[in-house]
């Protein structure tokens, strides 16, 4: 009978404790659950929002601010809240961007065939997935939403050479996701161009000044020179001085124009040369003629009646190997290059510290900030020169091997960029100046 009884007892002690063991499983098991989802929801949506598989993201690493300077520079405005930590948006590195660019270059019809890379035939594609990444900085995509609310009912002109008109084909481009432009002029030669967003009353423009003061130039479309330049160094050109009580927003940027053979003229009177080889004409070099240009372009911006907040965008270098664009250059790279790879060549190197110079002399003056003046310094010079695979090169042109031996002699162009290409990572600096948080 004792055996009979106690088998009950041990079934009623053995079922207590697998209740108790499964209750304690299912408390450990939701406070696990909880633990688990409550750090994905924090981890995960960083990762998710930079969209970038080889970028890290972390809510204290990110230091957002459009107040940068280059090293031993001075900040581009004095006024500028300078409890707020600096950032240099220019020093950094290109890393692989897998989610690619904003458009294509069938679904933009403001490039001109001459960057329209892949249309022209380009063969490789990994060029245009690649983004810039300032080293201590969180650079946020461009979005062309919050930039044509920002800039309503306002004016913007980039003025200089054909990196500026290469910009404002790029900034076009993404805009056209949300509004496309019309075209409501141009000048004879299709190099001056404005274009109006209606549904936003905001006027884009490109203006063609490669040298942004006067100039009388004798060269074809192909580049080649039939006379020497006449310069005026002391005179801003018209064609954009013209203009510019319409404008709120202008960036500036010449430089590689320079390097043409030119006469120099101040007060209408011949001061010297670069590479004119005439007798009694001073020899007086090409960094002579930008540094006055500079002083004449900063000094009537900052001194003008009429308050403009200004980019002056540095110099573009080339990637040109063995020759230059009239002597048999090429560019064929296909992947950028990292910081230290490569360094400015003399030419750009004189030309920089012409910019730098001449920047920094004009935000130390006290007349900029009386005038309710603003001057930032948009310096693109490493990031050009870190992509030697974002040029057209022999694309340039429409199927340049087509029915052609493969020795023929193609021209490249080592200067410009390809649409879609490294140039729309400028609009991204561009959105992250103008939009200060």
């Known amino acids: 009978m004792s055996n009979a009884s106690s088998i009950p007892v041990n079934q009623k002690q053995f079922s207590n404790k697998m209740i108790v063991k499964i209750i304690a499983c299912l408390i450990l098991m939701g406070f ?26 972390s809510p204290t690493s990110a230091v957002v601010d459009a107040n940068f300077t280059l090293s031993g520079q001075i900040p581009a405005n004095k006024a500028d809240d300078q409890s707020s930590p600096i950032c240099d948006i220019f020093s950094g590195e290109w890393v692989r961007d897998y989610t690619g660019p904003q458009y294509s270059n069938n679904s ?7 960057q329209n890379c892949m249309k022209n035939g380009r063969p490789d594609s990994s060029y245009i997935y690649w983004k810039w990444r300032p080293r201590d900085c969180e650079l946020p995509r461009f979005d062309p939403k919050k930039f044509l609310d920002f800039m309503r009912n306002k004016s913007m002109a980039f003025i200089g050479d054909s990196i500026s008109r290469n910009h404002v084909q790029s900034l076009l481009c993404i805009l056209s996701q949300v509004e496309r432009a019309v075209e409501v002029y141009h000048d004879e030669e299709y190099r001056s161009k404005r274009w109006f967003f209606d549904s ?18 004798f060269e074809d479309n192909d580049g080649h020179s039939s006379d020497a330049v006449r310069l005026h160094l002391d005179e801003p050109d018209s064609e954009w001085v013209s203009q510019f009580g319409n404008f709120d ?40 003629a930008y540094r006055r240009a500079l002083q004449t372009t900063l000094d009537f911006i900052t001194r003008s ?18 020759g230059e664009w009239n002597t048999g250059g090429y560019c064929n790279r296909t992947v950028p ?6 360094g400015l060549r003399d030419i750009d190197t ?15 003056d006290s007349n900029l900030l009386q005038t309710g003046s603003t001057l930032k310094l948009f310096d693109t010079t490493l990031l050009a020169l870190l992509r030697p695979d974002g040029h057209p090169g022999p694309y340039r042109a429409f199927h340049p091997f087509d029915g052609k031996d493969k020795n ?8 410009h960029w390809c649409l879609p290409g490294p140039i729309d990572s400028w609009n991204d600096l561009l959105m992250k100046i103008l939009l200060r948080p």
């Open 200 to 217: 936003h009353g905001f006027t884009l423009s490109v203006i063609w000044s490669p040298f942004l003061t006067e100039a009388k130039i």
């Open 305 to 322: 009646d009429h308050n403009v907040y200004t980019l002056f965008r540095t110099t573009t270098p080339d990637h040109f190997e063995n």
């Open 408 to 415: 023929t002699y193609v021209q490249n162009d080592c200067l």
């Open 108 to 114: 933009c019809d403001t490039i001109e065939h001459h």
């Open 337 to 342: 290059f990292k910081e230290g790879d490569i």
């Open 32 to 57: 696990a659950y909880r633990i688990y989802f409550s750090t994905y929801t924090q981890i995960i949506p960083p990762v998710i929002e930079e969209n970038d598989a080889n970028t890290s993201s």
């Open 350 to 364: 004189i030309m920089r510290n012409v910019e730098l110079d001449e920047f920094n002399k004009t935000v130390n």
């Open 249 to 288: 927003y202008i960036e500036i940027g010449v430089g590689k124009w320079f390097l043409k053979t030119a006469i120099y003229y101040e007060n209408n009177t011949i001061v010297g040369c670069h590479n004119c080889k005439k007798e009694n004409v001073t020899e007086l070099g090409f960094d002579y």
